[in-house]
């Protein structure tokens, strides 16, 4: 007697290969790893109106593209760091990240601050040197750290 319904095998599982060496690390990151990152922080209109002044080239849009349009103004032009949107506090910042490390036993509520060391001092000094009279916010700037940058307003 033959079964109304026959079991089929399902087929070999599909195995990813990696079409670079670093596939499998660039998993490992994505997955279980926190990237953390140190740098400075301003509001969008305080970034904006920096912005204008040091660099008057740069065509802003929308408010919200402020760090966008400075971060590929500094990438056109082999500009050091990177400019990124971030939620600190709850509100949407500009962030200029001076360094960063991947930190497999960060979380973003356990992770280590970093100091604001010498090398986020001279890309202070070369990105905000000189405008500290004109805009008193850059007097403060805070320096700060986010882990997992891009994904910091967000639950997981």
Request: contains cysteine; neutral net charge; glycine residues 4%.
């Amino acid at each position: 007697m033959r079964a109304k319904y026959q079991v089929r095998h399902a087929p070999p599982a599909v195995q990813v290969q990696s079409q670079t060496p670093y596939f499998s690390l660039l998993l490992h990151i994505a997955f279980i790893m926190v990237w953390v990152t140190g740098g400075y922080i301003l509001d969008f209109s305080q970034a904006k109106a920096w912005a204008q002044r040091k660099y008057p080239e740069i065509q802003f849009f929308e408010d919200v593209f402020i760090p966008n349009e400075i971060h590929n103004y500094f990438k056109d032009n082999n500009m050091q760091p990177a400019c990124i949107a971030v939620t600190w506090k709850g509100e949407d910042k500009t962030y200029f990240v001076t360094h960063g490390k991947v930190d497999g036993a960060a979380t973003r509520r356990r992770y280590q601050e970093f100091s604001e060391n010498a090398r986020a001092q001279a890309i202070r000094k070369m990105l905000f040197d000189g405008l500290e009279d004109e805009f008193e916010f850059l007097k403060d700037i805070q320096f700060v750290t986010i882990p997992d940058p891009f994904n910091n307003g967000k639950p997981y």
